[in-house]
């Protein structure tokens, strides 16, 4: 059974850094790339960055290029999305996925990252 727990959501200040976590289980991690997505209140799920298979690549959103990070460490069947100089508007249920189970509506319960003074 696939599972994707995220964790790491925090409620941080303008400027300031978040590292979100992400573990997974139940398939063959190192044979999928991963996605980071997101969701803000009254808005539609949004992807944000991607990690290939063996973290050779990776792409990102126009709205958070250069402030965010992701990694993965396939050993610890883990990704990870460093979140710097956070902005309110990044405000939002910060979610882990394979693109197969995206398209599927398949989702974890998120990790909250609320961006606020």
């Known amino acids: 059974q696939v599972q994707l727990v995220e964790s790491g959501g925090d409620t941080v200040q303008p400027g300031g850094s978040l590292r979100l976590s992400c573990a997974a289980s139940?398939?063959?991690?190192?044979?999928?790339?991963m996605n980071w997505y997101r969701q803000a209140p009254g808005k539609e799920r949004e992807l944000v960055a991607t990690i290939s298979p063996w973290g050779g690549s990776t792409t990102y959103a126009d709205s958070v290029k250069g402030r965010f990070t992701t990694s993965r460490d396939n050993a610890k069947k883990m990704v990870y999305l460093q979140m710097n100089s956070l902005k309110p508007e990044d405000t939002a249920v910060y979610y882990c996925?394979?693109?197969?189970?995206?398209?599927?509506?398949?989702w974890g319960q998120g990790t909250q990252v609320t961006v606020s003074s």
């Open positions: 139940g398939f063959t991690f190192n044979s999928f790339a």
């Open positions: 996925n394979t693109e197969s189970r995206a398209r599927r509506d398949l």
